[in-house]
Each structure stands twice: as structure tokens, then as C-alpha cells.
């Protein structure tokens, strides 16, 4: 796991190490679906922006280092995370299906992909939303740890977010010929 910088709040290293606690993530949200089904309805109605549902707080503090959910603009990333695993429930923990490949695979529209690959911020977090939605209504799995490590790095790390919305395009186009 990266190291915080103690002085910023910031992380040194590269988010993809994050992987392991997005798919730990997804494997307490599965359990949701037999266990605990209100829980998991709270965390679908949740407002990442402004998250209030238990659940996500359990889910937060047991699964995420504190050094790195610290913050509101940290608790918003993770919010938006969170709450796009459980929209997408049972479809949540497909690792192999790259973002791209899963959009090719149901014919997600280029334009859809440009306004994806375009958004920030506000808008970005919308399309999130949105493309988790219109995923579980596929039933298409995607891997949630690239597209965790995209919202994480959205906005903060720039150059690593943009090498992401790459990969993202190029799978994508790859896969459509």
C-alpha cells in the first residue's frame, strides 16, 4: 500500500495499489445481496457527495487505510466507488473485464465513451453513476479496480488520469473493429 505524505495528505505512489481494497470492497458489497439487502439498497439511493447510508461508513473504515479516506474529497471518491459496485450488484466483481473491452462489449456509443472520457469533476462523477447504471442493466461486469483508480486520481493526478482514459479508448476501439 502507497504512503501517505504527511505533510500533504497526498499519495506518492501509484493508485493502482489500491486494487486489493476495491476488490475486498466488492466482496463485502456481494455479501450485502444475501445478507443485508437494506444495507445495500442505502448504499444504490446513497448521494456520494454527500454520503450518509451506515453501511458506507463500515464499509469505509473497515476497508480502507485511514490515511486514505481521509477528507472529505477522499470520502466522496470512495462514496462514488462504493455506491457504483453495489448499482451494479451482481454484476460488481468482473476483474477480467477491462473498462473499455465491457463497454465495446455492449455497444456503449462513441459518444457516450467521448462524454465519459471528457467529463470532470461534477459531470464526472455523473457519468460514473450513469455508466454503472446502464452496465447492471446489461448485466455487463467491468473492472472496478481501473475504473476506482480513474476516480481516485480524477482531478488529483491528472497525468495518471489521463493514461487511464487512454487505456480506456484504446480497449475500446480495439475491441469494436
Known sequence: MPQPDTKTSTITEP?????????????VISGLEKSSRGDLAALRRMNPD??????????????????????????RRWALIIQGMALMVPHHR?????????????????????KLLNARKAQFRAQITHLARHLAARGQPIDW??????????????????EIRMTIARDYFATIK
Open 15 to 27: 493508485l493502482s495499489s489500491y486494487g486489493q481494497v476495491i476488490a475486498s470492497i466488492a466482496g
Open 50 to 75: 454527500a454520503p450518509s447510508a451506515p453501511a458506507f461508513w463500515r464499509l469505509l473504515t473497515s476497508k480502507v487505510p485511514a490515511p486514505y479516506h481521509h477528507g472529505k474529497d477522499a470520502e
Open 94 to 114: 468482473g476483474f477480467d473485464a477491462g473498462v473499455g473491452h465491457a463497454l465495446a462489449a455492449i455497444r456503449f456509443s462513441e459518444l457516450r465513451l467521448a
Open 145 to 162: 479496480r481501473r475504473l476506482g483508480e480513474l476516480i481516485l486520481c480524477e482531478s488529483r493526478n491528472e497525468k495518471r488520469a489521463e
